[in-house]
């Protein structure tokens, strides 16, 4: 892995973002933990991206649906049959590969002979009662579209939608690959938002709302603050896209690792609804009042990870740089230069010496009425300025001697790392107005 990735691992470990699941028994390979900073961050994300999909639309609605489905859904779905990777093994150290992954017939590890490549599926089974055997057989779901589909009539009659509208949802998938890499990119356990965007299944009207939906969610990145340079968009090529498929365009980002798909925006015909209505002989079918007819609709899907878009954050606002000290040398910081409508803690209030922690922790208890605050009374000045500055804080707030006198304290910013006197009443609203 690249040097940056293991500088960025080490960092979000320290500062609480990100750790292996289950450290103290070694860990368990594909599972990762989120910390006290790193939950306010994938929080800020998720809810980010519901009011931008949900809250701000009149034709999308929510849903959250349950982790295991009925396991005839992924019969339907087609993960039963087709939902493999082709994996190698090494006859010499044991270990497994994906067989995309390695070129020829030597292992990459040990330089021993591999086998020929097997399907492996990626779902992991579980079972559903008191019995272990093939009838109480079930699924973790390894996506969160199909429960859509398949709630798809009782939600489009509860909700009065008319189409087109879309569904989305924000939850937990499994899959167990064989190989999980690059932190928290590639992993077993992991989350997703996806919204299905139900039309009428015509090819123009179809194209145009792929069309469009591949621009809203690429300028959803920018939004978030995701350099414009660092992120590209791929369309598939016929031969990568699914049978049913009339177009696929994913959003990739340039991580230290190569360029890497964030989210894929993909327009699907009506295939997933035909196939669950002709599973199940239920009619999912939608009569359109406007043209007096019935039809399957079309959909078209936006599909991205949460971990993964964590990630670029972190990938992206990582920052080592120099800044002076109090001595007037200078130093490398390093800094997290998220978007402030991302960072975990909007502002930190600092008590300049410890006598002061008083009227400097009623600040902070006012401010987090507002928004997310952290009081931090440990260490030197400049230690918690270089502690927040790797959280990502946009303001530090200093409560000083003369504070009490004067009714002000100073404001530091992050990323310019300036320093204003600001009234203690106006504090409140001088950070917030800089939050949007």
């Known amino acids: 892995m690249p040097e940056l990735m293991d500088t960025i691992i080490s960092l979000a470990k320290r500062r609480g973002f990100i750790f292996a699941s289950s450290e103290i028994y070694g860990g368990i390979n594909g599972f990762w933990d989120y910390g006290p900073v790193g939950v306010e961050l994938k929080r800020n994300i998720k809810e980010f991206w519901w009011k931008e999909m949900v809250l701000s639309r009149d034709d999308i609605v929510g849903v959250d649906t349950s982790i295991i489905c009925h396991p005839q859904t992924w019969v339907a779905s087609g993960h039963v049959a087709s939902f493999a990777d082709p994996m190698t093994d090494c006859r010499e150290c044991k270990k497994r590969f994906r067989a995309d992954d390695v070129e020829g017939k030597t292992c990459p590890s040990c330089g021993g002979q591999l086998t020929e490549a097997r399907q492996f599926n990626l779902m992991f089974q579980t079972h559903v009662g008191a019995a272990v055997d093939a009838a109480a057989a079930a699924y973790l779901r390894p996506e969160t579209c199909q429960s859509i589909f398949t709630n798809f009539k009782t ?26 890499r690059n932190f928290i990119f590639r992993s077993r356990e992991f989350e997703q938002m996806e919204m299905e965007f139900f039309i009428r299944p015509d090819p123009k009207e ?40 009339k177009g696929c365009t994913d959003v990739e980002y340039e ?10 925006i993909a327009n699907r015909g009506n295939y997933d609804l035909s196939q669950h209505a002709k599973f199940s002989g239920k009619d999912l ?21 949460v971990d ?44 300049l010496v410890r006598k002061l922690s008083e009227p400097a922790l009623k ?39 003369q504070s009490g006198e004067d ?30």
């Open 206 to 245: 179809g194209e145009t709302w792929y069309r469009t939906w591949i621009e809203r969610r690429h300028q959803w990145f920018l939004d978030i603050g995701v350099r414009k340079e660092k992120l590209r968009l791929r369309p598939h090529r016929p031969d990568e896209l699914a049978h049913y498929a």
């Open 285 to 305: 079918s939608y009569f359109d009042e406007v043209a007096k007819e019935k039809y399957i609709p079309g959909v078209v899907e936006t599909s991205v990870g």
């Open 155 to 180: 939600i489009q009659i509860t909700s009065r939608q008319k189409i087109p509208f879309g569904i989305a949802q924000i939850g937990k998938s499994f899959r167990n690959e064989i190989t999980p």
């Open 308 to 351: 993964r878009t964590l990630l670029t954050v972190l990938v992206d606002a990582f920052v080592e740089e120099a800044a002076p000290t109090a001595d007037g040398e200078s130093e490398t910081r390093t800094v997290m230069k998220f978007h402030p409508r991302l960072a975990p803690y909007k502002a930190a209030v600092f008590p």
């Open 407 to 436: 009714q002000k304290v100073t404001i530091r910013e992050r990323d310019s790392m300036k320093q204003e006197r600001i009234a203690l009443d106006q504090v409140i609203r001088y950070v917030g107005d800089k939050l949007v």
């Open 363 to 401: 600040l902070a208890k006012d401010m987090s009425a507002n928004f997310p605050t952290d009081f931090d009374d440990g260490s030197s000045i400049g230690k918690r300025y270089r502690r927040h500055d790797e959280i990502g804080t946009p303001f530090c707030i200093t409560y000083d001697h």
């Open 255 to 264: 991580f230290p690792f190569g360029w890497s798909e964030l989210e894929g």
